[in-house]
């Protein structure tokens, strides 16, 4: 199963971005996803995860009100909309797939395939 990420870049504070993130290969017909963050030197953190069937979202504080994830099963696509964008949203974004579960986690070791990242940098 390979994730691809897509969509960072370099935007000022207030600005929006979405990111996406594409699985293929064999994947099952059932799996939870999230996105993770990671600043330079600092451990890679829980972001927002999205349960199987897309009905239950799950948000760190620090995002809750301008982030919002979704995700469309028939391309295999995770989406991140990120709003309002603060200088201290700056990291790399990962993308992660837990397999053959229906249920989102906030560990990083709870996940099995993980996306390259993409950057995120805001600009005061």
């Known amino acids: 199963v390979q994730l691809q990420a897509s969509g960072g870049g370099l935007v000022q504070a207030g600005a929006s971005l979405r990111l996406s993130c594409t699985a293929s290969g064999r994947i099952s017909s059932t799996y939870s996803a999230a996105w993770f963050s990671q600043a330079p030197g600092k451990e890679r953190e829980f972001v927002a995860g999205?349960?199987?069937?897309?009905?239950?979202?799950y948000y760190a504080d620090s995002v809750k009100g301008r982030f919002a994830i979704s995700r469309h099963n028939t391309k295999n696509t995770i989406y991140l909309q990120m709003n309002s964008l603060k200088p201290e949203d700056t990291a790399v974004y990962y993308c992660a797939v837990r397999d053959r579960s229906t249920l989102v986690s906030k560990e990083t070791s709870e996940y099995d395939y993980w996306g390259q990242g993409t950057q995120v940098t805001v600009s005061s």
């Open positions: 999205v349960n199987w069937s897309g009905d239950r979202n």
